[in-house]
Nanobody, 123 residues
Framework: QVQLVEPGGGLVQAGDSLRLSCAAS????????MGWFRQAPGKEREFVSS????????GYADSVKGRFTISRDNGRNTVYLQMNSLKLEDTAVYYCATARRSYSPLTASSAYWGQGTQVTVSS
């Protein structure tokens, strides 16, 4: 059974940086796309970023492009999200996700999910 654990959330001020991590267990992640989604209060869950198993294909939502960086360490079975220049609108619960099938894109409809971690950006 795949489990994703996401420590690293917290309360920060606008303009600060924060790094989220997601440790996977139950599988070796090197052939699985992984990524991050987020859900703000009263809004639907939205895509933030994804990275292919090899790390060669990376995608970002327009709202975070240039500020967030996704990376992975397959040796540690972990994916990271470095968030810089945080804005108030980045406040949300951030969910780590991994594709259910190897060598497949990460989509919200076919993923395993972590429990989520709260990121709150204050002014």
């Amino acid at each position: 059974q795949v489990q994703l654990v996401e420590p690293g959330g917290g309360l920060v001020q606008a303009g600060d940086s924060l790094r989220l991590s997601c440790a996977a267990s139950g599988r070796t992640i090197s052939t699985y796309a992984m990524g991050w989604f987020r859900q703000a209060p009263g809004k639907e869950r939205e895509f933030v970023s994804s990275i292919s198993g090899s790390g060669g294909v990376i995608g970002y939502a327009d709202s975070v492009k240039g500020r967030f960086t996704i990376s992975r360490d397959n040796g540690r079975n972990t994916v990271y999200l470095q968030m810089n220049s945080l804005k108030l609108e980045d406040t949300a619960v951030y969910y780590c996700a991994t594709a259910r099938r190897s060598y497949s894109p990460l989509t919200a409809s076919s993923a395993y999910w972590g429990q989520g971690t709260q990121v709150t950006v204050s002014s």
